[in-house]
């Protein structure tokens, strides 16, 4: 807990209330009924989410990291307009033309939200984008998606049977340079 918390607090454009905190935290104990297969508890967790977490967007409509975590648990609770209204608005605030650090983050909440409400042309968009750059992942610690996280995230199970998102699960065939057994030694010859 205290790992999350530390992560949550020092999160760019993450509020410094535990207020806000519980209701991120809210809404992953949502997400962990749900694939536990707990539908009715996660319903009750992604509404105690949203009710803990909204008081927070009036007093900072700037967060894109709060907005993110309103529209995921718009997601939860299905309502696909107020998902992608508030994706888009995160996207707005930070646009990666602007800022190549964070401004991915709202991409992948982006490509979750679609992937999650029947959107796979945007989902599959997005994660072409987010798998060409290197950037920090919107959740967890930071980690950004990579073919192996796709193929395991459980948000991404909509896409399994369409083949574009199937070529991005591939891992991709190393280059020349990390495959070939004299690199180390030409690295330290430079």
């Known amino acids: 807990m205290r790992d999350w918390l530390l992560f949550s607090i020092n999160r760019p454009g993450a509020p410094l209330t535990l207020g806000s905190i519980t209701g991120e935290l809210r809404f992953y104990l949502g997400w962990a009924q749900q694939v536990a297969g707990d539908h009715t508890a996660a319903q009750e ?6 009710s803990e977490l909204e008081p927070f967007l009036k007093e900072q409509p700037e967060n894109f ?3 993110g975590d309103l529209a995921l648990t718009s997601v939860g609770l299905g309502d ?8 888009e608005r995160a ?3 930070i646009p990666i033309e602007k800022d190549a650090v964070q401004g991915p983050i709202p991409i992948e909440i ?6 999650q409400m029947g959107e796979p042309d945007r989902a ?3 994660l072409e984008k987010l798998l060409s750059i290197p950037y920090d992942g919107a959740l967890a610690q930071n980690v950004p998606l990579t073919p192996a996280l796709l193929r395991l995230d459980p948000m991404f ?3 399994r049977n369409d083949p574009r998102f199937q070529r991005l699960c591939e891992d991709k065939p190393k280059s020349t340079w990390e495959s070939s057994s004299s690199a180390p030694d030409a690295a330290q010859n430079l």
Not at 110 to 115: F, G
């Open 110 to 115: 982006l490509a979750r939200v679609s992937a």
């Open 157 to 159: 199970d909509p896409l």
């Open 45 to 50: 967790s992604w509404r105690q989410a949203g």
């Open 124 to 126: 599959v968009a997005a």
């Open 80 to 87: 696909k307009p107020a998902a992608f209204k508030l994706i």
């Open 65 to 67: 990291s709060l907005v």
């Open 91 to 93: 996207m707005a605030m």
